[in-house]
Nanobody
């Protein structure tokens, strides 16, 4: 059973920074598709950033230039550095793992809450 544990959420003022981390178990972050999603109150869950096994990174338009996704293969973790946070970034952030196996397995962490105040 894949396990993803997020940490690093909290309350921050607009313009501030936070760093989220996702510790993965029973799955290698280096050889699967790892991503961060978020879900704001009353809204659907949406992709924030994704890193592929090749190292290719995809960002949602609304975080380009502000957020950076990275992974540490040795520690088997994936991080999301969030700078210049805005109130509209307030959401629960989820770590996601999509395997390269057939069939694909899609796993989620429990989420970590980020609140950005004005």
């Amino acid at each position: 059973q894949v396990q993803l544990v997020e940490s690093g959420g909290g309350l921050v003022q607009a313009g501030g920074s936070l760093r989220l981390s996702c510790a993965a178990s029973r799955i290698a972050v280096s050889s699967n598709i790892m991503g961060w999603y978020r879900q704001a109150p009353g809204k659907q869950r949406e992709l924030v950033a994704r890193i592929f096994s090749s190292g290719t990174i995809v960002y949602a338009d609304f975080v380009k230039g502000r957020f950076t996704i990275s992974r540490d293969n040795a520690k088997n973790t994936v991080s999301l550095q969030m700078n210049n946070l805005k109130p509209e970034d307030t959401a629960v952030y989820y770590c996601n793992a999509l395997t390269m196996t057939t069939p694909q397995r899609n796993s989620w962490g429990q989420g970590t809450r980020v609140t950005v105040s004005i």
